[in-house]
């Protein structure tokens, strides 16, 4: 049984940074590709960015390019979502999510992504 856990969640005025991290426990993570996702209240649960198997590859949703970073660490079985310059628009539910059949692309729908964490919060005040 694979379980994502997320951290890292929490109040942070706008400007500031966070780092949240996504720990994968049931089975070794090089063997998925990773997303992260957000959805805010009232809204669709929408993509953040993604990272390849091997890290090699990254993609990041126009709204935080330039602002987020994500990486990877295999050895740890763990995802970073680094988010710095933070904006109260940015205020979701984060989560990670795995996807097994996801080999060298970085994809970007929900649907793709067979395993999903139980979300952390990030609230930006303005």
């Known amino acids: 049984q694979v379980q994502l856990v997320e951290s890292g969640g929490g109040l942070v005025q706008a400007g500031g940074s966070l780092r949240l991290s996504c720990v994968v426990s049931?089975?070794?993570?090089?063997?998925?590709?990773m997303g992260w996702f957000r959805q805010a209240p009232g809204k669709e649960r929408e993509f953040v960015g993604g990272i390849s198997r091997s890290g090699g590859r990254t993609s990041y949703a126009g709204s935080v390019k330039g602002r987020f970073t994500i990486s990877r660490d295999n050895a740890k079985n763990t995802v970073y979502l680094q988010m710095n310059g933070l904006r109260p628009e940015d205020t979701a539910v984060y989560y990670c999510a795995a996807c097994q059949a996801c080999t060298l692309a970085v994809h970007s729908t929900t649907v793709t992504y067979e395993y999903w964490g139980q979300g952390t919060q990030v609230t930006v005040s303005s």
């Open positions: 049931g089975r070794t993570l090089s063997s998925y590709g």
